[in-house]
Nanobody
Framework: QLQLVESGGGLVQAGGSLTLSCAAS????????MGWFRQAPGKERAFVAA????????YYTDSVKGRFTISRDNAKKTVYLQINSAKPEDTAVYYC????????????????WGQGTQVTVSS
């Protein structure tokens, strides 16, 4: 079982950068692929990025490719989301979760959700 805590959110100007962290407790973190999702006001939670257990393979939704980078440090039990060239449409609550299923992009395949961290991008 994992407990996940996101941090690093805040207010950033359009074009700016921010790094989100997701710290895990639990001995099995390194065996889980991990994902980031976001939920904008009035919208459903949506896939952003995912990374396999050893960090070799990464996956992104099209709207963030080239701007966001997901990474992980298994020794620190932490997964990161680097946000560059932020856009107002990136404004959302960002969540991390562990993949327990097979579909990287599907919310229902994830478990052990964190509480989320708010990212606001001003224009």
């Amino acid at each position: 079982q994992l407990q996940l805590v996101e941090s690093g959110g805040g207010l950033v100007q359009a074009g700016g950068s921010l790094t989100l962290s997701c710290a895990a407790s639990g001995r099995t973190f390194s065996s889980y692929p991990m994902g980031w999702f976001r939920q904008a006001p009035g919208k459903e939670r949506a896939f952003v990025a995912a990374i396999n257990y050893n960090g070799v393979n990464t996956y992104y939704t099209d709207s963030v490719k080239g701007r966001f980078t997901i990474s992980r440090d298994n020794a620190k039990k932490t997964v990161y989301l680097q946000i560059n060239s932020a856009k107002p449409e990136d404004t959302a609550v960002y969540y991390c979760a562990a993949l327990i299923g097979r579909d990287w992009y599907k919310e229902t395949e994830y478990k052990y959700w964190g509480q989320g961290t708010q990212v606001t991008v001003s224009s």
